[in-house]
């Protein structure tokens, strides 16, 4: 079991940035691949960046190739999402999620409450 808590969202003009961080509690979190998707009013869930347990393994989902990066701190159980040149069709509720069967982006076993992400013309 793992409890996870996002925080770092909010507004931004097109073309800012933003970083998210998650901060997980519970046991073996460099064991879980960790990640983001994200959800935006009457669209589809989707997968945005997710990271192995080591970080040797990525998934980033084409349209944020280039733009964000994850990363995660295993001292820390944390994972961030470092969002840069921001478009408003990022705008979406976004959710750190984590699970614990090796699959990169895989299925979200856990996630937090979410975070919004605004982004502005």
């Known amino acids: 079991q793992v409890q996870l808590v996002e925080s770092g969202g909010g507004l931004v003009q097109a073309g800012g940035s933003l970083r998210l961080s998650c901060a997980a509690s519970?046991?073996?979190?460099?064991?879980?691949?960790m990640g983001w998707f994200r959800q935006a009013p009457g669209k589809a869930r989707e997968s945005v960046a997710a990271?192995?347990?080591?970080?040797?393994?990525?998934y980033y989902l084409d349209s944020v190739k280039g733009r964000f990066t994850i990363s995660r701190d295993n001292a820390k159980n944390t994972v961030y999402l470092q969002m840069n040149n921001l478009k408003p069709e990022d705008t979406a509720v976004y959710y750190c999620?984590?699970?614990?069967?090796?699959?990169?982006?895989?299925?979200?076993?856990?996630w937090g409450q979410g975070t919004q992400v605004t982004v502005s013309a």
């Open positions: 999620y984590a699970n614990n069967r090796g699959v990169i982006p895989g299925p979200y076993d856990y």
């Open positions: 519970g046991r073996s979190f460099s064991t879980y691949v």
């Open positions: 990271i192995s347990g080591s970080g040797r393994r990525l």
